[in-house]
C-alpha cells in the first residue's frame, strides 16, 4: 500500500494569497474607480468592464507568478488551490465590505453579478483564483 505524498506547507500560501489579494485588489480599485468615472459613463458599463477586465487579469498574472516565486509556493495543486481560493474568497468580502461602505446591501452587490458586466468581472475574478493553480500545470514543449 502507498502512502499518500506529504501535504505541502500551508504558510507559503497563505502568504503569497494575502499578498496575492491585496496587490490585485489595490489594482482592482483604481482600474475600477477610472472605469467608473471615466470610461462607463462615455462607453457603457460593459465596454469599460471589457477594456478593464484584460489589463487586470494581466496584472494578476504577473503578480500570481512574481508571488509563487518568491514565496516558494509548492507546484503541488493544494498549495496552490489555498492560494487561489484565499485570494478570491477575499475579493468577494471586500466587495461586500466595501459595498456595504458605499450603502449597498449584500444582496444588491451579489445581485450585481447577475448583470453583464457583473457577469465579466465574476468571471474574471475566478480565472484570478485559478491562476496559482494554471500555473503549476506542467509546460508542453
Do not use: H, N
Request: positive net charge; glycine residues 8%.
Amino acid at each position: 500500500m502507498m502512502k499518500p505524498p506529504p501535504a505541502p506547507a500551508p504558510l507559503p500560501a497563505i502568504k503569497a494569497g494575502l499578498l496575492y489579494f491585496l496587490i490585485v485588489f489595490a489594482a482592482g480599485f483604481v482600474l475600477g474607480s477610472v472605469r467608473t468615472l471615466v470610461l462607463a459613463p462615455r462607453l457603457g458599463e460593459v465596454a469599460a468592464v471589457l477594456l478593464e477586465l484584460p489589463l487586470l487579469l494581466a496584472i494578476a498574472w504577473f503578480t500570481c507568478r512574481r508571488l509563487t516565486a518568491a514565496l516558494a509556493v509548492s507546484p503541488d495543486p493544494r498549495a496552490r488551490i489555498i492560494m487561489g481560493e484565499l485570494a478570491f474568497v477575499l475579493t468577494i468580502l471586500a466587495e461586500v465590505v466595501l459595498g456595504a461602505l458605499l450603502g449597498r446591501s449584500v444582496l444588491d452587490v451579489f445581485a450585481g453579478f447577475a448583470t453583464t458586466a457583473g457577469l465579466l468581472g465574476l468571471a474574471g475574478q475566478a480565472l484570478f483564483g485559478v491562476f496559482p493553480l494554471l500555473q503549476a500545470l506542467p509546460r508542453r514543449s
